[in-house]
């Protein structure tokens, strides 16, 4: 089945910089890669999300790339604010699946 | 809660005892996915359901019973078997067809008592 290795595991920034989580895939058959943002004792919220005919995609400070030849994708988060402090998640699914194998998570803080 | 509610928030399960998760839906979506978090270790899938009167087993589903008896309703029962249930339970469901993702309810924390 599909594996999905995330890295790295905890994450501090200052606010402003940006942030970087990465993820690698092991089933070339995945099409579908989105990211979740939890808070803390809350449910995880879908916040980007990209399909395998697209290498990226953009949402305001957010944006997802993604290799399909390497088979990794990445969250970039630019001018990082303290709201978003947040544990995120990846994921990879195939379309005939329809579920979601996720990553162990990257705990971001962002410090003043 | 955005149109998926579990219940309860909290629960406490006694050592021996089946415990029952309710997960419940009012967003027409075909597919419900129940998942575990433990900290360190991300969400694993326990079992999911695409149609109703279906459901397959996932990643950890030992220990684990699942029903899908409406296409609005996946209730989880943790059973005795299941050595270690303390964990952040979360339900979700999804459109069949193109994949959209999941909508995630707000989680049951169980904890063994």
């Known amino acids: 089945g599909e594996n999905v290795e995330q890295h790295p595991s905890t994450l501090s920034v200052q606010e402003g910089d940006s942030a970087v989580i990465k993820c690698t895939y092991s089933d070339s058959a995945s099409n579908y890669f989105p990211w979740y943002k939890q808070e803390l004792g809350k449910r995880p919220q879908l916040i980007i999300d990209i399909r395998s005919n697209v290498g990226e995609k953009k949402d305001q400070r957010i944006a997802v790339t993604l290799n399909k030849t390497a088979k990794h994708f990445s969250l970039h988060i630019t001018e990082t604010q303290p709201e978003d402090s947040a544990v995120y998640f990846c994921a990879a699914s195939t379309g005939t699946a329809s579920k979601l194998t996720f990553g162990t998570g990257t705990r971001l803080q962002v410090t003043l | 809660d955005g149109g998926i509610t579990q219940s309860p928030k909290y629960l406490f399960r006694k050592e021996g005892q089946n415990v029952t998760l309710s997960c419940e839906q009012n967003l027409n979506h075909d597919a419900m996915y129940w998942y575990r978090q433990d900290p360190g270790q991300g969400l694993r899938l326990i079992y999911y359901?695409?149609?109703?009167?279906?459901?397959q087993k996932g990643d950890i589903a030992e220990g684990y019973s699942v029903s899908r008896e409406k296409k609005e309703s996946f209730p989880l029962t943790v059973t005795s078997a299941q050595k270690n249930p303390t964990a952040f339970y979360l339900c979700?469901?999804?459109?069949?067809?193109?994949?959209?993702?999941?909508?995630f309810g707000s989680g049951t924390r169980l904890t063994v008592v």
């Open positions: 359901s695409q149609i109703v009167n279906d459901f």
């Open positions: 979700a469901s999804s459109i069949a067809g193109v994949f959209y993702g999941y909508t």
